[in-house]
């Protein structure tokens, strides 16, 4: 059953066209990762995804309801947690959940009740009652969630929920997310690390410039680039014969240095003891083997020429050290 | 729950909100109360003698007839702090967080006025606690009081709805913000703090017409005389207009807002 099904969707701001036709189908019950650095249309997107921007071309649907010609029941179907937090600094915690139960049309004891699991849920019980402007990153990302989550929605939009946050923070909240997804939510997950799409989602729409450029399961998407490559750190100026014994084993990569031996295997992590084997034999020393998977990077870079903002700096996520 | 019903839910959870951020955030509380008493007091200690002018009306004294140019302009200034409110709310995101709710959304705007409607009411009942209080009476009694309170009250949220429509339209609080000198150009150019016949031209002609001297005079009439219907009428002609003005900008200003993002 789709969840989220969306075609030719187009969002032009005067001359500006932020949104150039997107399509994309989202299944009930999963998580769709929605990656692309900033500016590429990702807000956007969910803006009119979550009725709160008229498109200006294609249509959309959510939870099976049109997003202008039936946003009211959209609106009843979805959570939202928009991006930086939105949240009144003045308000407690409680005060914010509560409201947010009201908008959505809970009766006052019911919502009051809501409240409390929610904040519970997210382990904001003992700070419920205090002002939201004293929370700290994550606990106001935490406190979104929760009021996003006060009606149960079927389909929950996140963008960028993690942005900003410290990786024990961030990860609180992946945790969250993969939560609701096992209790049947699906989630739209805009973000643009590419360790959060890879981690998280089971389904990844990279958009770049308003375009979906490359869309699939994180790992099909990796497949598509290349198989994984074995890098190797000789021990031994013996470079030319590892060389050698390691084109017949896989695909010689480009070498970065004297010392360094990229080979490219069909197997990953199975095809690491029949090169340390032929190496060892040949009296060859390995200082350190890395197995490096392509990422999501490379998937971003190859589709769309450039690097993730931010993320080419980044030591890629997937690689496995072995020190000799 | 019916949807009629869940809307005033929301709006009286909206105002509910707006009050409480007023009164958790003092430089929206200041101009309400504080700059009206202050000016009401230095006015009335300073230019009291202006009463044994000829052509002045007939009152007790300075205060009286001040009490409710002091109401004005608190309502006026609430319904400006009202529209800076809403507009941080829109510059911060938090609006998103209403709109993308399942309400119709002409609650959002009406539960922000039901603030500035509660503030303009509270204002009412300070600005007669102090005339009471420094021996201005009410001539009218009660029903004077009551008619204050409800033209007053009506009138906030009449001005809240311009203030809410330039939020709308804007999303900008400095600029809302920006109308602040604008509101006492208005009041000083109306019969708030002066008697009408009592300015020279062109500040007389303009106050004659300026619709906010027909709701001060229909607040002061019951206060310093006996209640006047013709004067009532206006003033309400007068809130009436400005409501559908506030309005018809406010629907105007959403669809701009949902159009724009």
């Given at each position: 059953?789709?969840?989220?099904?969306?075609?030719?969707?187009?969002?032009?701001?005067?001359?500006?066209?932020?949104?150039?036709?997107?399509?994309?189908?989202?299944?009930?019950?999963?998580?769709?990762?929605?990656?692309?650095?900033?500016?590429?249309?990702?807000?956007?997107?969910?803006r009119?995804?979550?009725?709160?921007?008229?498109?200006?071309?294609?249509?959309?649907?959510?939870?099976?309801?049109?997003?202008?010609?039936?946003a009211?029941?959209?609106?009843?179907?979805?959570?939202?947690?928009?991006?930086?937090?939105?949240?009144?600094?003045?308000?407690?915690?409680?005060?914010?959940?509560?409201?947010?139960?009201?908008?959505?049309?809970l009766?006052?004891?019911?919502?009051?009740?809501?409240?409390?699991?929610?904040?519970?849920r997210?382990?904001l019980?003992?700070?419920?009652?205090?002002?939201?402007?004293?929370?700290?990153?994550?606990?106001?990302?935490?406190?979104d969630?929760?009021?996003?989550l006060v009606h149960?929605?079927?389909?929950?939009?996140l963008?960028?929920?993690?942005?900003?946050?410290?990786?024990v923070?961030?990860?609180?909240?992946?945790?969250?997310?993969?939560?609701?997804?096992?209790?049947g939510?699906?989630?739209?997950?805009?973000?643009?690390?590419?360790?959060?799409?890879?981690?998280?989602?089971?389904?990844?729409?990279?958009?770049?410039?308003?375009?979906?450029?490359?869309e699939?399961?994180?790992?099909?998407?990796?497949?598509?680039?290349?198989?994984?490559?074995?890098?190797l750190?000789?021990?031994?100026?013996?470079?030319?014969?590892?060389?050698?014994?390691?084109?017949?084993?896989?695909?010689?990569?480009?070498?970065?240095?004297?010392?360094?031996?990229?080979?490219?295997?069909?197997?990953?992590?199975?095809?690491?003891?029949?090169?340390?084997?032929?190496?060892d034999?040949?009296?060859?020393?390995?200082?350190?083997?890395?197995?490096?998977?392509?990422?999501?990077?490379d998937?971003?870079?190859?589709?769309?020429?450039?690097?993730?903002?931010?993320?080419?700096?980044?030591?890629?996520?997937?690689a496995?050290?072995?020190?000799? | 729950?019916?949807?009629?019903?869940?809307n005033?839910?929301?709006?009286?959870?909206?105002?509910?909100?707006?009050?409480?951020?007023?009164?958790?955030?003092?430089?929206l509380?200041?101009p309400?109360?504080?700059?009206?008493?202050?000016?009401?007091?230095?006015?009335?200690?300073?230019?009291?003698?202006?009463?044994?002018?000829?052509?002045?009306?007939?009152v007790q004294?300075?205060?009286?007839?001040?009490?409710?140019g002091?109401?004005?302009?608190?309502?006026?200034?609430?319904?400006n702090?009202?529209?800076?409110?809403?507009?941080?709310?829109?510059?911060?995101?938090?609006?998103?967080?209403?709109?993308?709710?399942?309400?119709?959304?002409?609650?959002?705007?009406?539960?922000?006025?039901?603030?500035?409607?509660?503030?303009?009411?509270?204002?009412?009942?300070?600005?007669?606690?102090?005339?009471?209080?420094?021996?201005?009476?009410?001539?009218?009694?009660?029903?004077?009081?009551?008619?204050?309170?409800?033209l007053?009250?009506?009138?906030?949220?009449?001005?809240?709805?311009?203030?809410?429509?330039?939020?709308?339209?804007?999303?900008?609080?400095?600029?809302?913000?920006?109308?602040?000198?604008?509101?006492?150009?208005?009041?000083?150019?109306?019969?708030?703090?002066?008697?009408?016949?009592?300015?020279?031209?062109?500040?007389?002609?303009?106050?004659?017409?300026n619709?906010?001297?027909?709701?001060?005079?229909?607040?002061?009439t019951?206060?310093?005389?006996?209640?006047?219907l013709?004067?009532?009428?206006?003033?309400?002609?007068?809130?009436?207009g400005?409501?559908?003005?506030?309005?018809?900008?406010?629907?105007?200003?959403?669809?701009?807002?949902?159009?724009?993002?």
């Open positions: 059953m789709t969840a989220i099904a969306v075609e030719g969707l187009e969002r032009a701001f005067g001359e500006v066209l932020a949104v150039r036709g997107v399509d994309l189908e989202v299944d009930a019950g999963e998580i769709y990762g929605f990656l692309g650095p900033n500016g590429a249309g990702k807000t956007t997107t969910v009119m995804l979550t009725t709160l921007l008229l498109p200006t071309g294609g249509r959309a649907t959510v939870a099976g309801h049109d997003v202008v010609a039936e009211r029941a959209v609106r009843a179907s979805i959570g939202v947690a928009l991006q930086d937090a939105a949240l009144d600094p003045l308000m407690t915690g409680r005060e914010l959940i509560r409201l947010q139960a009201t908008l959505q049309g009766p006052g004891a019911e919502g009051r009740r809501r409240a409390d699991d929610l904040l519970e997210v382990g019980t003992e700070a419920a009652d205090r002002r939201v402007g004293g929370y700290s990153g994550g606990m106001k990302r935490r406190l969630l929760a009021a996003a149960e929605p079927r389909v929950l939009f963008d960028e929920p993690t942005t900003g946050l410290d990786p923070s961030r990860k609180t909240i992946w945790e969250e997310v993969r939560s609701l997804n096992d209790e939510t699906t989630v739209f997950l805009t973000t643009q690390y590419l360790e959060e799409a890879d981690q998280l989602a089971d389904n990844v729409g990279i958009i770049d410039r308003g375009r979906i450029v490359a699939g399961t994180p790992d099909s998407l990796k497949a598509e680039i290349g198989n994984p490559h074995i890098q750190q000789l021990a031994d100026e013996s470079i030319d014969a590892a060389e050698r014994i390691c084109a017949e084993l896989g695909r010689l990569l480009p070498p970065t240095d004297g010392r360094t031996i990229l080979v490219e295997v069909e197997n990953g992590a199975a095809d690491i003891p029949r090169v340390v084997r032929a190496l034999e040949a009296g060859i020393g390995i200082e350190s083997l890395e197995l490096v998977r392509p990422s999501l990077d998937v971003f870079v190859a589709t769309t020429g450039h690097h993730l903002e931010g993320e080419s700096a980044k030591p890629p996520a997937t496995e050290t072995v020190e000799a | 729950m019916t949807s009629v019903a869940t005033l839910r929301v709006i009286q959870a909206l105002g509910m909100r707006s009050i409480r951020q007023t009164f958790r955030r003092p430089q509380m200041a309400i109360l504080v700059f009206p008493t202050l000016l009401l007091a230095v006015q009335t200690g300073g230019a009291g003698g202006a009463v044994h002018l000829h052509g002045f009306p007939p004294g300075f205060l009286q007839f001040m009490l409710a002091a109401m004005m302009q608190s309502l006026m200034l609430a319904g702090s009202g529209g800076i409110a809403f507009a941080v709310d829109i510059e911060m995101g938090f609006t998103d967080r209403l709109f993308a709710a399942p309400v119709a959304r002409y609650t959002i705007v009406l539960g922000r006025l039901a603030g500035v409607a509660a503030l303009g009411f509270l204002s009412t009942l300070w600005f007669l606690a102090i005339g009471l209080i420094f021996g201005a009476e009410i001539h009218s009694g009660v029903a004077g009081a009551l008619i204050a309170i409800l007053v009250t009506a009138t906030a949220t009449a001005v809240g709805g311009i203030g809410a429509a330039i939020a709308l339209r804007t999303g900008s609080a400095s600029v809302v913000q920006g109308l602040f000198p604008l509101v006492l150009v208005v009041l000083f150019l109306s019969s708030a703090f002066f008697p009408v016949d009592l300015m020279i031209q062109p500040a007389k002609a303009i106050a004659e017409y619709p906010f001297s027909f709701i001060v005079e229909g607040v002061r019951p206060i310093i005389a006996d209640v006047d013709t004067d009532l009428l206006e003033a309400l002609l007068a809130i009436a400005i409501v559908v003005l506030g309005l018809v900008l406010s629907a105007r200003a959403l669809r701009h807002r949902l159009r724009v993002g």
